[in-house]
């Protein structure tokens, strides 16, 4: 019963780690095989040791066993001291097995004759199942040779080898906490101000991806990489935010009765045009020739066409624009703005026009 109990503590340990130097103990209990004079009978003992940082182990081992002579009446109480050295053979494993050597001291005390004692010497083999980094459970077998008499033949017990000591090995120092990269952009995180920059996009020493232009849009995503206007409005492709607008430019100059020459002041209105098709190049222009209704059709309609080619002539001899997108045409008598009546209206009919129209677009300013 007293061996089940001993069991029973041992499960109540944690899980097993390799035994480690220190002191132990070693309650245990077993059987005392005798010779023939005295009887087999059970035996309780306790064991001191210490385990050594290498194989061997020492142990002082205490045992009592009161029993019977076998033939004679009378009770004998055995007391046996031992000192063993124990070989351990590590394993690696629950199971450590071991041998032992040693020296030790019978003594009996019988209540129908003298006491005695002898001197013994013992080896035994053994073995340590570990579950727990405090205790295993141990059994071992030893054999005993008396010097004077070989009154005690054997041993076996089985008990709990319990250490007392720590481990000798100094707690390992708690590993330094690795620094991470987390976006794997080369800037360590406890320095990476934009954490979550995208892989393989370029950053600067805080972790940011670089913005050449200063626009708040970085390199990667940015589509305009020339947009260093800062009172500009910048989209999310970090390019300027522009507004689009009509603008046109019309040409109005009157002409002498039955003339195609022009006037001192037409040049001005005619710089107006060329100007305006130098900012936009993709401008062309037709020049609207007319005519009042003094004179036969025929000869209005010929005199319209020469209005409207002095303009564009002008437009490309004085100023420069390329003749390809310059045309005229006339319309003689046909569209008169005004009334034919009068003087006033007659001159006013007296004309050469042109309208251009272009779509603009302008950035937008914060």
């Known amino acids: 019963m007293r061996l089940l109990v001993l069991i029973s503590l041992l499960f109540t340990f944690n899980a097993w780690a390799e035994e480690q130097p220190g002191f132990t103990v070693y309650p245990h209990f077993g059987i005392t095989l005798m010779d023939d004079s005295i009887d087999d009978d059970n035996h309780w003992g306790l064991g001191v040791g210490y385990r050594f940082d290498n194989p061997w182990g020492i142990e002082l081992t205490y045992k009592n066993t009161d029993t019977e002579l076998d033939n004679l009446p009378g009770d004998v109480d055995v007391d046996l001291w031992n000192l063993d ?18 020296i030790g001291r019978a003594a009996y005390d019988i209540t129908s004759m003298n006491d005695a004692s002898e001197q013994l010497a013992t080896v035994g083999v053994g073995f340590k199942y570990f579950m727990g980094e405090k205790a295993a459970l141990r059994g071992d077998a030893k054999l005993w040779h008396g010097k004077d008499d070989n009154l005690i033949d054997s041993t076996v017990s089985l008990g709990l080898h319990i250490a007392l000591g720590g481990s000798s090995a100094p707690a390992p120092a708690p590993a330094a906490p690795v620094e991470k990269d987390s976006d794997r952009d080369g800037v360590l995180n406890s320095a990476d101000n934009c954490p979550g920059t995208p892989y393989g996009v370029e950053v600067n020493s805080k972790g940011c991806p670089l913005d050449d232009d200063g626009d708040g849009v970085p390199n990667y995503k940015d589509n ?134 272009e779509q603009e677009e302008e950035i937008e300013m914060k």
């Open 85 to 102: 050295g124990l070989y351990h053979m590590n394993s690696g494993s629950k199971l450590n097995p071991f041998v032992s050597v040693g």
């Open 224 to 357: 305009c990489p020339d947009t260093t206007d800062r009172a500009a409005r910048i989209d999310s492709d970090g390019c300027y935010m522009k507004l689009e607008r009509k603008v046109s430019v019309t040409l109005n100059v009157e002409f002498d009765f039955d003339s195609s020459k022009s006037r001192p002041e037409h040049k001005a209105e005619v710089r107006k045009v060329a100007d305006f098709m130098k900012s936009f190049p993709s401008t062309s222009v037709v020049m609207e020739g007319h005519t009042d209704s003094k004179g036969a059709e025929a000869y209005n309609q010929r005199l319209s066409e020469r209005r409207a080619k002095t303009i564009a002539d002008m437009l490309v001899t004085d100023f420069g624009i390329d003749g390809s997108r310059v045309d005229s045409r006339g319309y003689g008598e046909s569209r008169p703005v005004a009334s034919n009546d009068t003087d006033e209206g007659r001159q006013h009919n007296r004309r050469v026009v042109a309208h251009i129209e």
